[in-house]
């Protein structure tokens, strides 16, 4: 075990002095190149060293700080704390959903289908699984999917596999429809100055004809196994068992909850126009909207307050985040993003076409076998040099975010939610996903939707 460490740490150092060299031939100075493999460092430990990304990314800072690659004021500026807020306050929320069971409440919703057949119950995961990713983080979405998908399952006696991974390929396509499915959402919004009705206008129409072309896909790619549960489902009947199978809250409660959830979301997605009336800076109430609302429940639940803090919140991967986002923004501050912008223009040479499909397929790609939010927080940069260069910035942050949530799909460990799934999956079931199992319908899915993307933003001046 020691040796393999040490042989990793080995590679690592070796991946970021090639990454250095690589620097210095494309001409960055040393403030760059110190900026640029601080950046890479923290990128190939997520690959790497996933347990000690955090320990790192601090490693990562303070070099930047005592280099003088950046100043200590400019670092917190681009900590981007208002991101890390914005997600504070939607955990906590989650947190309040999750005690009342909101989540148990809406799948017995759909389990009420009349005439409950293996299509409409892949139909209705399908959805169900994209509209919470929309409207909470994909992670909670897919736990409380991948549980209802075992029990329905168990009940049926069928394999929960093929279900599990199309609830977990339409949460990916569903994170993208809202600035609330996945962290880097927001954090393009607040980069970008999109707002949530920007989303709901452009992302959203989007993410429904891929999750349309993808019930079409896997409704083909597992007829077998649905044929098999609808033999189950004609065998065994009765809706009401399935129902009885999660408990419902009480109702009180579940109406109170509802109504701060449903006026959360109201109020976001009204934050640009209520920003434009009382003459607030942009995305202002955007990322104030969800501190309220978390600061209404913990008054409300106030013996409970501190639980949300500390069990609800990600606060070891919002912690990554803050360190990650810091040093993103280094790579803008000492210059590297402009040389690399301009390096990237030569390479498509100079064709906006060429640009938006280059950035998408690379951000896809890259998501694939990497973090997205990684990913993102190094492309972000990149994209907003594009603007001084004389190209239009929002069809690149649609390329950049579609390409981040959809690429997560192409492998097994390319989306938080598909570790996720599979890990409750080996634990709860003791069943093993093998990497070419997923990746031939993860790549058929990633491909097909990233295409329909691809074409949309060429060719639809709406986009432009």
């Known amino acids: 075990m020691a040796n393999r460490l040490i042989l990793?740490?080995?590679?690592?150092?070796?991946?970021?002095?090639?990454?250095?060299?690589?620097?210095?031939?494309?001409?960055?100075?040393?403030?760059?190149?110190?900026?640029?493999?601080?950046?890479?460092?923290?990128?190939?430990a997520t690959l790497l060293f996933w347990d000690l990304r955090v320990a790192i990314a601090f490693l990562g800072v303070a070099i930047l700080l005592i280099t003088k690659t950046v100043d200590l004021e400019n670092m917190i500026k681009f900590a981007s704390l208002e991101v890390i807020l914005f997600l504070v306050g939607m955990m906590?929320?989650?947190?309040?959903?999750?005690?009342?069971?909101?989540?148990?409440?809406?799948?017995?919703?759909?389990?009420?289908i009349r005439n409950l057949t293996?299509?409409?119950?892949?139909?209705?995961?399908?959805?169900?699984?994209?509209?919470?990713?929309?409207?909470v983080d994909e992670v909670t979405s897919i736990i409380f999917m991948v549980a209802v998908i075992i029990?329905?399952?168990?009940?049926?006696?069928?394999?929960?596999?093929?279900?599990?991974?199309?609830?977990?390929?339409?949460?990916?396509?569903?994170?993208?429809?809202?600035?609330?499915?996945?962290?880097?959402?927001?954090?393009?919004?607040?980069?970008?100055?999109?707002t949530f009705e920007d989303f709901i206008l452009k992302a959203f129409p989007l993410m429904c004809i891929c999750l349309l072309s993808t019930i079409f896909l896997v409704v083909f790619w597992y007829r077998k196994a649905i044929k098999k549960l609808d033999e189950r489902i004609k065998e065994l009947g009765a809706n009401e068992i399935l129902v009885r199978l999660i408990s419902v809250p009480p109702e009180i409660q579940l109406k109170l909850v509802l109504g701060i959830f449903g006026l959360t979301l109201l109020f976001i997605a009204l934050h640009h126009r209520l920003e434009l009336l009382w003459k607030l800076e942009t995305n202002t109430l955007l990322l104030s909207i969800p501190l309220i609302s978390a600061g209404c429940v913990m008054i409300w639940k106030w013996r409970s307050a501190r639980k949300y803090i500390e069990k609800d919140v990600e606060w070891w991967t919002l912690l990554f985040f803050l360190l990650l986002f810091a040093k993103a923004g280094t790579l803008k501050y000492t210059g590297a993003t402009d040389v690399l912008a301009r390096r990237l223009l030569e390479v498509v040479n100079r064709n906006p076409s060429a640009l938006i499909g280059t950035v998408l397929w690379m951000s896809a790609i890259g998501s694939s076998i990497l973090d997205n939010v990684v990913l993102v927080a190094a492309f972000i940069p990149i994209v907003q040099s594009f603007k001084d260069l004389g190209f239009a910035l929002q069809p690149l942050w649609w390329a950049l975010l579609f390409g981040g949530c959809l690429g997560g799909n192409i492998t097994l460990v390319g989306s938080t939610a598909n570790i996720v799934a599979l890990g409750i999956l080996e634990k709860e079931k003791n069943i093993r996903m093998t990497f070419f199992r997923w990746f031939w319908v993860g790549l058929t899915v990633g491909m097909v939707t990233t295409c329909i993307v691809w074409l949309a933003l060429i060719f639809l001046p709406f986009y432009r």
């Not at 990793?8 to 002095?17: E, M």
């Not at 990454?19 to 900026?35: D, E, H, K, P």
């Not at 989650?94 to 009420?112: M, N, Q």
């Not at 049926?156 to 962290?183: D, K």
């Open 8 to 44: 990793k740490f080995i590679f690592l150092f070796s991946l970021v002095i090639l990454v250095g060299f690589i620097s210095q031939r494309i001409g960055l100075n040393a403030q760059q190149i110190t900026a640029v493999s601080i950046f890479s460092a923290s990128v190939f």
């Open 92 to 112: 906590v929320l989650v947190g309040l959903l999750k005690e009342v069971g909101f989540f148990a409440w809406l799948v017995t919703l759909i389990l009420r």
């Open 118 to 135: 293996a299509k409409k119950f892949v139909f209705a995961i399908l959805v169900l699984s994209a509209l919470l990713a929309c409207c």
């Open 151 to 194: 029990e329905i399952c168990d009940y049926f006696e069928v394999e929960p596999l093929p279900y599990i991974i199309i609830s977990v390929l339409s949460t990916n396509i569903g994170s993208t429809g809202t600035v609330l499915g996945n962290p880097i959402g927001i954090l393009i919004a607040s980069k970008s100055g999109l």
